[in-house]
């Protein structure tokens, strides 16, 4: 059995996620419900668990804070939360599981279903990235994301990625200075988690960092060049959006 602990203020959401993993995931044995992150903290001080469903959002202390108190984390997370974009994006540049409520059964299946099927996490590196972003998300010069490799989580800084190169189940991270990253994660989830400018998706293949385009080349879709010489085709369905972008 799998000892988890469930946090958040609402005790109805407390009642239907705890009937939800009773029903669905019965190899997860809830240890304790607490309605406060303070009592999280006595709570995973005490009796540490190997998975904690989190609220982000409750009074005195949010679900980040109380992970930011912690002096140490050796258990899995999956957030619960209503849709903040803010929140959400933060879970996805730590690498970290959610569900969005109301928690639906097939998602919070799935979500039990990952932590069971994957290595261990470096949980030190996931919350790093996590709360690095928290703390300086008005500067994009020093937000990091963490990424899944074959060696780990490597965390980095958003501002070093040129273009991400999407290939079937992976994506080949560009970065500056002629380095490279092999993330094990589709295009797609890489444009989820870098959502909004200066990124943008030129291509099904291609997700680019504007700041990094030096010049544009006429075509059917056309081509862009970057600073580092490399030249990227342009779909013809983002040409127009891509030169307005351009443009200003």
Same mark, same amino acid.
């Given at each position: 059995?799998? #000892?988890?602990?469930?946090?958040?203020d609402?005790?109805?959401?407390?009642?239907?996620?705890?009937?939800?993993l009773?029903?669905?995931?019965?190899?997860?044995s809830?240890?304790? =419900?607490? !309605?406060?992150?303070?009592?999280?903290?006595? $709570?995973?001080r005490?009796?540490p668990?190997?998975?904690?469903?989190?609220?982000?959002e409750?009074?005195?202390?949010?679900?980040?804070?109380?992970?930011?108190?912690?002096?140490?984390?050796?258990?899995?997370?999956?957030?619960?939360?209503?849709?903040?974009?803010?929140?959400?994006?933060?879970?996805?540049?730590?690498?970290?599981?959610?569900l969005?409520?109301?928690?639906?059964?097939d998602?919070?299946?799935?979500?039990?279903?990952?932590?069971?099927?994957? $290595?261990?996490r470096?949980?030190?590196?996931?919350?790093?990235?996590?709360?690095?972003?928290?703390?300086?998300? !008005?500067?994009?010069?020093?937000?990091?994301?963490?990424?899944p490799?074959?060696?780990?989580?490597?965390?980095?800084? =958003?501002?070093?990625?040129?273009?991400?190169?999407?290939?079937?189940?992976?994506?080949?991270?560009?970065?500056?200075?002629?380095?490279?990253?092999?993330?094990? #994660?589709?295009?797609?989830?890489?444009?989820? =988690?870098?959502?909004?400018?200066?990124?943008?998706? =030129?291509?099904?293949?291609?997700?680019v960092?504007?700041?990094?385009?030096i010049?544009?080349?006429?075509?059917?879709?056309?081509?862009?060049?970057?600073? !580092?010489?490399?030249?990227l085709?342009?779909?013809?369905?983002?040409?127009?959006?891509?030169?307005?972008?351009?443009?200003?």
């Open positions: 059995m799998i #000892k988890a602990i469930i946090v958040d609402e005790q109805h959401c407390c009642d239907s996620l705890s009937w939800l009773a029903t669905y995931c019965p190899e997860i809830i240890q304790a =419900i607490c !309605n406060s992150s303070e009592s999280a903290i006595r $709570t995973i005490r009796n668990p190997q998975m904690v469903f989190l609220d982000v409750m009074p005195g202390m949010t679900g980040f804070q109380m992970l930011e108190t912690l002096s140490g984390v050796e258990f899995d997370i999956i957030f619960t939360t209503a849709f903040d974009r803010y929140a959400i994006h933060a879970i996805r540049c730590g690498a970290m599981d959610y969005l409520k109301p928690v639906d059964k998602e919070l299946r799935n979500a039990v279903d990952n932590f069971l099927h994957r $290595t261990r470096d949980h030190t590196k996931q919350l790093s990235a996590l709360l690095t972003h928290l703390r300086q998300s !008005n500067d994009l010069n020093w937000q990091k994301a963490a990424f490799t074959q060696n780990g989580l490597e965390l980095v800084l =958003i501002k070093d990625i040129m273009v991400c190169e999407g290939s079937s189940n992976y994506t080949n991270i560009h970065l500056r200075e002629g380095k490279h990253l092999l993330v094990s #994660k589709t295009l797609k989830e890489i444009a989820e =988690i870098l959502e909004g400018p200066p990124f943008f998706r =030129i291509h099904h293949s291609f997700l960092n504007m700041q990094y385009i010049r544009y080349i006429k075509g059917e879709g056309g081509f862009v060049v970057l600073t !580092n010489e490399m030249t085709p342009v779909s013809r369905s983002k040409k127009e959006e891509l030169l307005k972008m351009i443009n200003g």
